[in-house]
């Protein structure tokens, strides 16, 4: 292994690293054990397919419709399956709701367990240190870290993902878009509103005042 | 075990550091790793569990230093080698120097949807649950040398069952090559004071999914 005294992500180190999979990879093909043209679909899905735009549409959809919502709150692997994404979600997706009095948390302390099949790929503070070892005992200085504060009042509950379980955040919807598109809903939802490290972006007043 | 890997509750790290745009993969061989695992599980190599027990056993002065998916590699790389599926020599010549072992099936392109498809992980249960949803219960103060899925800083403390998600394949047992040793799964949930002690935020509750066999009544 390459070793930096400075930093693990400086070019050299990933030059290294690119030779390093490319002989690993080699050796996996001649061995017959994987197929190179399977490999650069899965880049490909996780680079243009699956990703926050899917649990955008999946929150934009329970806003609007609360039958929805309610089915996917009851049980949110079965209601999801319902919209047909690229990365199919597995059986044990879970949806928690934000509300005034609870603001939801998502975190994986012990490594990087993360709803794939709706947020795509985690972001790497996800998986970093600072955020699995403080989410669980500082949630209020984490969101602070993502310039969230939060009503003194609402309590926060931090969801570990200690086992196959995974957990969405189904946020609050801004007030004042009740009459938007399940499109124009889906352009408020960030990935991090989702992992309930942030909150739902305000519609534009212009965008908001036509309707 | 109890290593570095378990990281909650741990001081001194610093802040959490977003980064704007931040695209999927930050160089080519990362999405290389994260596909060649793909394709290995999909072909029965090793389960998932299996896989997170080889990171956690890195030094923790190597997991801390290295960057995520160096993380995966490295762990891949420990479980050909272990498990008899390529040599050291033949990582270290980047060619296959012996016949591959048969494996169950193969990721070809036209089964990638098929791939990408998470696994269940729903088991068939071996007794009746323990617990109900309102159940008062204290986690077990256990420090097993191999993989599980209890983080320390949420042992030994009582909390209520919040919900019950059925009966699941048992991490501490796939990860030691025992089988699924399926046990029920429960969101039990701590008041922020019984984990960090009677000065800490009266505004937060912390849950983690834990195994029938972490919990005791309370």
Known sequence: ?211 | MDGIHDMGGMDGFGKVVPEPNEPPFHAPWEGRVLAMQRALGYAGTWQIDISRAAQERLPPQVYLKVSYYQRWELAMESNLIERGFAGADEIAAGHALREGKPLKRKLTASVVREGMTRGSFFRQAQAPARFKPGDRVRTRNIHPLTHTRLPRYARGRVGVIERAHGCHAFPDAVATDKGDNPQWLYTVVFDGRELWGPEADAGVKVSIDAFEPYLDPA
């Open chain 1, 1 to 211: 292994m390459a070793t930096d005294d400075h930093h693990h992500q400086h070019g050299s180190e990933l030059s290294d690293m690119q030779l390093r999979v490319r002989a690993l990879e080699t050796v996996l093909v001649e061995k017959g054990y994987i197929d190179p043209a399977a490999l650069d679909l899965i880049i490909e899905a996780y680079e243009t397919k699956v990703g926050p735009h899917n649990g955008a549409r999946v929150v934009a959809r329970a806003w609007r419709d609360a039958a929805f919502r309610q089915a996917l709150l009851e049980d949110g692997s079965k209601a999801v399956r319902t919209m047909g994404h690229e990365s199919r979600v597995g059986d044990h997706l879970v949806v928690v709701e934000n509300t005034p009095q609870q603001h939801n948390m998502v975190v994986c302390t012990l490594c990087s367990c993360y709803p794939w099949e709706v947020l795509g790929l985690p972001p790497v503070w996800y998986k970093s240190a600072p955020y699995r070892s403080r989410a669980v005992k500082d949630p209020r200085g984490v969101l602070a870290d993502f310039g969230v504060k939060l009503p003194k009042e609402t309590q926060i509950r931090v969801w570990d993902s200690t086992a196959e379980t995974r957990f969405l955040v189904l946020p609050m919807q801004p007030a004042g878009t009740e009459g938007l598109s399940e499109d124009e809903l889906a352009a408020l939802v960030t990935r991090d509103c989702m992992i309930g490290t942030g909150l739902p972006k305000q519609p534009e007043r212009q965008a908001a005042g036509v309707r």
